[in-house]
């Protein structure tokens, strides 16, 4: 048996007034997710641990099988094995997001749907400014890169820029935890804080003076004007998939998002970028479904992630929201459906967010997702439509974390 996780990242939503009380997946048109889920057999999955934030880096993690008390490090350590920066044991690596600022508030968590070209000269003129033996900028993609502080401290206490939409950014500056512990060969939290600090601040008096914010501002649209770090840690530790689990002989992990591809490095699998893909409603939907066919053709393990919904719903775009579940469904699932659906040796699909992004709040909310798991020989459940009301009474009933992956790996 052969599998793949199809993951619709903030795909699962509230029910919203505007359209009547449903939730976007009860309204959007998914003819083949709904098919799969009379077909095959549903249920929810609780995808963050108490006490962690309801985080992408956390709840991937999370899916894929992985113990977060063990291995979480935060995002910036994930980004940088995707970016290719091999963090030294010293190194505190922080992802670092260009947002915009307008009134003493954060905007956006995305710099107006900032572009990797043009993420790429911010961050190299940042680096240029501000880079020293100490403190490293690096390019990841369109407004997620990295910032690499050597001797920094992980204990620290940072705001996602993502959950906290129209909010005054000042209050929401870095802070050390309390009670941080003293560790030998690094910063106190206390320092580490105050250098990210002092970073964000000079950001701001840089970017407001580069070409690309002043021509913005010309044009009356959205800056891309201050860094936002948050979510650093340390180099992690990680098993492999194929060490967790026998059942995985090879993989590969498809996803536009750097933190994604950094959980498929640690987790062993290959990295497939595929053209075109870039993390918004307009990515390349066929690009993907082709290349996670071709993975699947010659390995047993394809993870493919989507991050439009997510960034829809940070938004605020109803519209778009629904559109992004409805391209998923079309451009992605149902040709996957079709092709393997087909093959003489079974393949097992999956299909779930990892958390809520509800449309009109744009955070991450950390509630029970729904799933689908299918095969050609499932025993279905009473399960008809994929969604998060209708998955309550699916036959798995209700799993937690790891329980996701046991059962999808146990499935022959």
Known sequence: MKHIIILGDGMADLPVERL?????????????????????RCGRLVTVPEG??????????????????????????????????????????????????EDGKIITHNGGNLETADGDV??????KHLGNDRVKFITGIQYRHLLVIRGGSKHIVCAPPHDHPNEPWRPLLVKPEENAPIEEGRMTAKETADLI?????????????????????RQGIRQANSIWPWSGGYRPSMQTLMQLYPQVHSGSVISAVDLIRGIGHYAGLDIIKVEGATGLWNTNYEGKTEAAIEALKRQDFVFVHVEASDEAGHDGD??????????????LVKPIYEAVSQWDEPVCIAILPDHLTPVEMRIHVGEPVPFIIWHRNIEPDSVERYDEESCVTGGYGMLRLQEFMQTLMNIK
Do not use: W
């Open 20 to 40: 009547g009380g449903k939730t976007l997946l009860q309204y959007a048109h998914k003819s083949t997710m709904d098919l799969l889920a009379r077909e095959g």
């Open 122 to 127: 911010l961050i190299k003129y940042l680096d």
């Open 52 to 101: 962690f934030p309801p985080g992408s880096e956390v709840a991937n993690t999370a899916i894929l099988g992985y113990d977060l008390n063990k291995v979480y490090e935060g995002r910036g350590p994930l980004e940088a094995a995707s970016i290719g920066y091999e963090m030294r044991d010293d190194d505190l690596a922080i992802r670092c997001n260009i947002i915009t600022l």
């Open 197 to 217: 600090n002092e970073l964000i601040l000079k950001s701001q008096e840089l970017l407001a003076k580069h070409p690309f914010n002043q021509e913005r501002a």
């Open 318 to 331: 109803l519209e778009l929201k629904i559109k992004t579940i409805e391209n998923l469904d079309e451009r």
